[in-house]
């Protein structure tokens, strides 16, 4: 167990989300989603030494696994809060989520973007109808939203703070449960923590002995680092070729989860991420994005100290990446 992660004492006066709100949120979004396919992978199962699926929310609606949490917040949203519409900041995938829900659902929806957020991304949230704003940093399109939901009233909607988008986020491990109820391992990436503490949370809730194990990229270790201190963090700067992962902070009810049920986080550098890419693409025959790449990151390097031949399956959080910087990254 990683250092940081034995105390439970932060846990106990905030109230949790429950198996049954994660429930509740796979009725609500599954006539508007994907059951996303687990596929096997002989040649990358043989490099890690496990029997590894690959969980394929990078064929997800918007390509990622954000529309679930957004999807689940948006269609809870009273009337008079529908109105006043809704607000957020984004990488770009939570963005895309977000405005796709907001669509479905009939709300106006703004998002605030860095300026050097991924081209694909900024047309996707257009795309679906969404306002695009900028700030020249995450943290000047942070301040923009902020001033924009006071002046308008707009409601934030959190990329990973909020229980509704945990809770959402959480119904993709009910679907690895149920397709491949022998899982032994879960190897989830990390951003800002929402995606990781809802699969957390079912899995430990219905299979506990089940190992979950999360990813954080070298330049952006949020969670590892609050993880040390005990409680949740700012990092000054965050850099990484994985722009999903890259969250400067995370929020106490996704850290409190996390340090509740999560067994360890681990640290992959970017090179080992594109090396995962690459593999992914050329094995698997599918196109994960740098920050959907991360968790096969930690089994090539056995930095997720997997036991040889567990039943093993990682997450392949989005696809969304760039055609003109992939050439790049290839």
Known sequence: MSQGMTTEESTDAMHLPTLADIYAAKIRIAPHLWHTPLFPSGALSQMTGTNLRFKGEHLQRTGSFKSRGALNAALQLDAQTRARGVVTFSAGNHGQGLAFAARLAGIKCTVFMPKTAVPSKIDAIRGYGAD????DTIQDAIAGMQHFADETGALFISPFAAPEIITGQGTLALEILEDFPEVEQIIVPIGGGGLIA???LAVKSIKPDVRIVGVEPEGAPTLYQSLRAGKPMTLDSVQTVADGLAAPWTSPLPFAIIQRYVDDVVIVTDDEILTAMRLIM??????????????LAALLTNKAAVPHGAHTVAILSGGNVDLQRLKGML
Do not use: D, L, W
């Open 132 to 135: 695009a704003r900028f700030g």
């Open 282 to 295: 050329g094995r698997c025959k599918q196109v994960a994005e740098p920050s959907g790449s991360a968790a």
């Open 198 to 200: 809802g699969v957390a």
